[in-house]
């Protein structure tokens, strides 16, 4: 009880002194989020509501994402690279410690790499460390990595949330107390409820300006709402309901923040299963398909259409949605030249996000338009990694496959779609040993190409990044390179 | 009455062992790879076989069964697949929130039913009987989400008295952490107190046609007396299975409630659970349901037989 007098006696005052115009900004924040993590350490789940929470806020890497995507520093202060491309020599910021007072020195990045790449590793994405083959502690501020072949996305790997620096001594209750080098460091966690966050004092670099920061788990869009507009949460990142953009937009109380994400939204098609193994009738599929009443029929407008599997807001993003664009005569005449006259049935297996399941609902009317009869199943998560994922027994399926720069997925034959082009597998090999820059642009602009020239699957939309906050707040991120909510340089405006 | 009382208890324990074996069954059925869950689209063959050996996936399901059920016996629930912490801390933790939100609708429901459903027989075909009959057919009729929506549009977003959902928290005092469950309260309490008035209306106006009662009025007791002295104590029988049959629904059936006003209750960790494979989650939760109701029905037998001492002999 006295915490709630102490509390409104502090609110009063506050009160007073913004009377008296020499107002005190709020130093703290409440983040409302759909989705709890799992728990809280982002080396050893899937989980993107894990770097959502603790990306750059909690745990730092030796490079890390900025909000345009890019890869800067981070506890890295500089690298060398040998001349041929397998030798990273990272030269570590001097005096940071972790948020339990210990130091952080070269051994700790071996441990977190030699840990992710271990064989008994519950790393999520093990492949990033695939290339390393010996990782030495030079002296306490130089560790040197050693891969097999040259890697031209190894610094860019590193600033996964995969790939962040932990600590030997923090490592056995990382799940339930993380414990890293942030600005900010974890204070408590009420299971369904929320996860607090401190300023750290002791940052390295600039420090946080707010005090604290909540994150609030609203897994229902409606409670989502309500919470923001009670005022209950202060931002909410990753609003569920696009539908209820526009009127926070008309409210002098909010600002809607509209961004980039790395999801490129697709109809993933079982490429050998017939009848989609001919490409005929996949190119059917593609033109088929009206992008943009997708968008603002699922999306309510919100999205970038997209013509092959890559961001639209990275440079080298080749626009070729005219090549599949929205024409059912066509579709219909390639369905008769490959031999399907009255069209044909097939399966469109849905996963939960409202994207899959409003989108679903369109595309079936779309393709039913040109004679495809797509039946569609509801799956949950669970349901759909065993079916579709794994069992790859499915026609097509729509899925936001939200990993940044990810288009090597499509040299994995075995991968759920089951693309299998040699060219295409020759060119990622060639691309990771490839260091230079203009050579490496190149090859991604050719890897656009060929997938959208085999149709490899329909290329729906880059999914955009939507937040609401309080007006007053700046800072935020409007885009997401990856999955964060970074609070290192938010603050109330007065 | 011990002979009753033990008669009761061996059913308990039957009606429990059946249970679990059932909810294992079903869980083992559905498809679902907790591993591949965690992991995602990007996860490693190698990587899904340590993380499922850590969690005791490759053992055999009859394997899992005995060391589920026998650490059930001495109160380990086991460790959580996605959660990574005891099972039993984490359904403690939610019960803070579930079992005082179950309690206060039960009481805001008991409160209002017991009044209105006594005014209601008591001035049966009357302005009061027809205006709480009117009303709780509406209350049975409207979906507890709605009005709860509803609610937190008016008191929450119109005019901000409450917050729109979230736990406060016990630390931060009683008054705050019962001033967050008082909505959803009222939302789960509405439909319950509905029926519960029209039970207690109907079950008192029974008892008031019965023999004991005309003999009652007869030696000279006013209707109200005889209401109050003679016809409530055995109306109150059907009461009481209907609150044990509430309880028992408030305690499992919050589910919804709990997303609206995203509380951080039992129904809430069931939900999650069960999109996430956290299948020692959802088994030991539903049995610890499972467990709640027949205690209840326990409970309810044991007060038929104190309320009506001639149901001590019946089994």
């Known amino acids: 009880m006295f915490a709630g007098w102490y509390k409104k006696g502090a609110l009063a005052a506050a009160a007073l ?92 990045v071996k441990f977190s790499l030699d840990r992710a790449r271990a064989e008994d590793s519950q790393n999520a994405q093990k492949a990033l460390f695939a290339g390393i083959t010996d990782v030495a502690v030079i002296d306490p501020l130089t560790v040197q990595v050693t891969l097999g072949a040259p890697n031209g996305a190894f610094l860019f790997n590193m600033a996964w949330g995969d790939a962040v620096i932990v600590a030997p001594e923090s490592i056995d209750t990382i799940k339930t107390n993380p414990v890293g080098t942030g600005a900010f460091q974890f204070a408590n966690w009420v299971q369904g409820d929320r996860i607090d966050l401190v300023k750290n004092p002791a940052y390295w670099g600039t420090p946080a300006k707010l005090e604290r920061a909540t994150f609030k788990f ?88 997209i013509g092959t599997h890559f961001a639209p807001h990275n440079p080298d993003y080749v626009d070729l949605t005219a090549q599949s664009a929205y024409d059912p005569e066509q579709a219909k005449k390639l369905l008769a030249e490959a031999g399907f006259p009255d069209g044909f049935k097939t399966t469109l297996k849905l996963p939960p996000p409202s994207y899959a399941r409003r989108g679903g609902e369109i595309i079936a009317a779309q393709l039913r338009a040109v004679g495809i009869e797509a039946e569609i199943s509801n799956l949950e998560w669970p349901q759909w990694l065993e079916q579709v994922f794994r069992g790859k027994d499915y026609g097509l399926t729509i899925v936001s496959h939200t990993e940044p720069a990810d288009i090597n997925i499509y040299a994995r034959p075995e991968y759920y779609f089951q693309y299998d082009n040699p060219a295409f597998q020759t060119l990622m090999a060639d691309l990771t040993n490839t260091t230079d820059p203009a050579a490496r642009s190149a090859m991604l602009k050719t890897a656009q190409t ?31 390179p990856t999955q964060a909510t970074d609070l290192t340089a938010v603050y109330w405006k007065d | 009455m011990l002979q009753f009382f033990l008669k009761r208890l061996m059913a308990l324990v039957l009606t429990l062992v059946v249970a679990s074996g059932v909810i294992f069954l079903c869980l083992e059925i559905v498809p679902g790879d907790p591993a591949l869950y ?87 075909g009357r302005g009061a009987d027809i205006a709480v009959m009117g009303v709780t057919q509406l209350g049975v009729a409207i979906p507890n989400f709605w009005f709860a929506m509803l609610m937190v549009l008016v008191f929450a977003i119109q005019l901000r008295w409450f917050n729109a959902g979230g736990f406060a928290g016990w630390e931060a005092g009683v008054g705050p952490a019962l001033k967050s469950l008082t909505l959803p309260a009222i939302a789960l309490a509405l439909p319950q107190a509905s029926i519960l008035a029209r039970v207690m209306r109907s079950a008192l106006l029974e008892s008031l046609n019965e023999d004991y009662v005309r003999t009652a009025r007869a030696k000279g007791l006013s209707r109200g007396q005889a209401l109050w002295r003679h016809a409530l104590r055995n109306a109150l029988i059907p009461v009481l299975t209907i609150i044990g049959l509430q309880f028992a629904f408030l305690m499992a059936g919050a589910i919804i409630i709990e997303n ?30 499972v467990f709640a109701v027949v205690v209840v029905n326990f409970l309810v037998d044991i007060a038929y037989a104190l309320v009506d001492p001639r149901l001590r002999g019946q089994v």
Do not use: C
């Open chain 1, 218 to 305: 609203i897994s229902d869009p409606t409670a989502a709402f309500a919470a923001v507009m009670a005022e209950d949460v202060h931002a909410f990142a990753g609003f569920p309901a696009p539908e209820n953009l526009p009127q926070f937009d008309a409210d002098p109380r909010f600002q809607v923040l509209v961004g980039s994400t790395e999801g490129e939204t697709i109809l993933s098609t079982n490429n050998k299963m017939p009848p989609f193994d001919n490409l005929m009738v996949r190119k059917a599929l593609a033109h088929a398909i009206d992008r943009q009443a997708i968008i603002d029929g699922a999306m309510f407008g919100y999205g970038t259409p």
């Open chain 2, 38 to 124: 965690m992991l995602g689209l990007n996860a490693q063959e190698d990587t899904l076989a340590a993380l499922r050996a850590e969690l005791g996936l490759d053992m055999g399901p009859l394997a899992r069964y005995w060391a589920w059920v026998s650490g059930m016996v001495v109160g380990d629930f086991g460790i959580s697949y996605t959660y990574r912490t005891p099972v039993a801390e984490m359904v403690a933790e939610r019960l803070k929130v579930s079992l005082p939100l179950a309690v206060y609708a039960l009481t805001l429901s008991t409160a209002i039913a017991f009044p209105a459903g006594i005014w209601a027989a008591s001035r049966r």
């Open chain 2, 260 to 289: 609206v006003f995203y509380l951080p209750g039992l129904g809430r960790l069931v939900f999650q659970a069960i999109s996430a494979r956290d299948l020692i989650v959802v088994e030991s939760v539903v049995m610890l349901l």
């Open chain 1, 450 to 480: 060929i997938i959208a020239d085999d149709y490899v699957n329909g290329y729906l939309f880059q999914l955009a990044a939507l937040s609401v906050a309080n007006a007053k707040i700046d800072g935020l991120w409007a885009n997401a």
């Open chain 1, 17 to 108: 002194v913004a009377g008296m115009g020499m107002a005190e900004a709020k130093t703290d924040i409440i983040v409302g989020m759909q989705l709890e993590p799992p728990h809280l350490d982002p080396t050893s789940a899937a989980a993107g509501a894990i770097d959502s929470v603790l990306y750059s806020n909690v745990f730092e890497g030796l490079t890390r994402f900025m909000s345009d995507g890019s890869v800067v520093p981070g506890l890295a202060e500089s690298w060398d690279i040998s001349g041929d491309g397998t030798v990273y020599t990272f030269k570590l910021r001097a005096g940071v410690k972790f948020h339990d007072g210990t130091d952080f020195t070269a051994d700790d």
